[in-house]
């Protein structure tokens, strides 16, 4: 059923790279734990221990604000179609703004998209995987166009202002250092 890896195989990278969501863990030592979905094309394996997500402008900023408090940081792939499985990446992270030169050089790796808000860029240090035999079988239809025509609409400028009225604290008060 399940296996436990110290990196990322050729078979898992490929995985990855069809699936169209995953989900992002996070928890300070208080305060609430977050899981957030996350779609487009905003994920990119590095190395076999190394991987990067584009983190976009969302209602709420609590990876970032998790991780200056905690750097642990769980992601999970469900395959939704084809052969059942669950991946779960386990590893320490750091966040990169526009403001840090790895964001910079980590940035172009993904596509041109308004409103990209950080990079996040995670050492893994255990792959499991698990059946996933309870995941429904599901279609995807297509990426949803709110979020990137909604940041095209507000221009760097609207979503700065719209970072600091809404990205500066978590849920519970925890600093994110957006701006």
């Known amino acids: ?36 979905p996350k779609g487009m094309d905003s994920f990119r394996v590095l190395n076999s221990n190394k991987i ?17 408090k905690n750097n642990r940081m769980t992601i999970m ?13 386990y590893g ?12 910079k050089n980590l940035v172009d ?4 998209t308004p409103g990209t808000r950080q990079v996040i860029e995670m050492e893994v240090d255990l792959v499991q995987t698990s059946c996933g035999f309870a995941v429904p079988f599901m279609d995807y239809k297509e990426d949803r166009s709110v979020l990137r025509d909604w940041a095209q609409k507000q221009g760097d400028e609207k979503i700065k202002e719209y970072w600091l ?15």
């Open 52 to 68: 990067a997500w584009m983190n976009l402008t969302g209602s709420g900023n609590e990876t970032a604000a998790h991780l200056l």
């Open 165 to 179: 009225e809404k990205n500066t604290k978590s849920i519970d008060g925890f600093e994110t250092k957006i701006s």
């Open 77 to 89: 792939f469900c395959a939704f179609e084809g052969k059942p499985l669950i991946l779960r990446l």
């Open 92 to 103: 320490t992270a750091k966040i990169y703004h526009p403001r840090d030169i790895e964001y």
């Open 1 to 36: 059923m399940g296996k436990k890896l110290e990196s990322i195989t050729s078979e898992l990278k490929e995985f990855i790279a069809q699936q169209k969501i995953f989900f992002v863990g996070t928890a300070a030592a208080e305060g609430n734990v977050n899981v957030s």
């Open 109 to 112: 790796l993904f596509p041109k």
